[in-house]
């Protein structure tokens, strides 16, 4: 019953900046958490970003803590995840994800291409 819909992202040359967005819609009551995942060729799903409903809890992958910030605007359903300083090991498909708490997501994006060049 809910939807998740990225937009953003594409090619960009290493050292770029890209800006994520997603939108939920639907019945969203109650869930607290979204994040932003990625899957990479050859590697299994990892969390980028995280952020809670007041913005106030932000956590983030050793990989990217100082040049991903996450944020969300709840009156817009959306979550962001501003990429800056991108490498090109962060090359990949990268989804947004919805749920409750305590690890949980029940709802996921389909997925949106980044892809850095050198």
């Known amino acids: 019953q809910v939807q998740l819909v990225e937009s953003g992202g594409g090619l960009v040359q290493a050292g770029g900046s890209l800006k994520l967005s997603c939108t939920a819609s639907?019945?969203?009551?109650?869930?607290?958490?979204m994040a932003w995942f990625r899957q990479a060729p050859g590697k299994e799903r990892e969390v980028v970003a995280a952020?809670?409903?007041?913005?106030?809890?932000?956590r983030y992958a050793d990989s990217v803590k100082g040049r991903f910030t996450i944020s969300r605007d709840n009156a817009k359903n959306t979550v962001y995840l501003q990429m800056n300083s991108l490498k090109p090991e962060d090359t990949a498909v990268y989804y947004c994800?919805?749920?409750?708490?305590?690890?949980?997501?029940?709802?996921w994006g389909q997925g949106t291409q980044i892809t850095v060049s050198s």
């Open positions: 952020i809670n409903w007041s913005g106030g809890d932000r």
């Open positions: 994800a919805l749920g409750p708490g305590g690890g949980q997501y029940e709802f």
């Open positions: 639907g019945r969203t009551v109650s869930r607290d958490l």
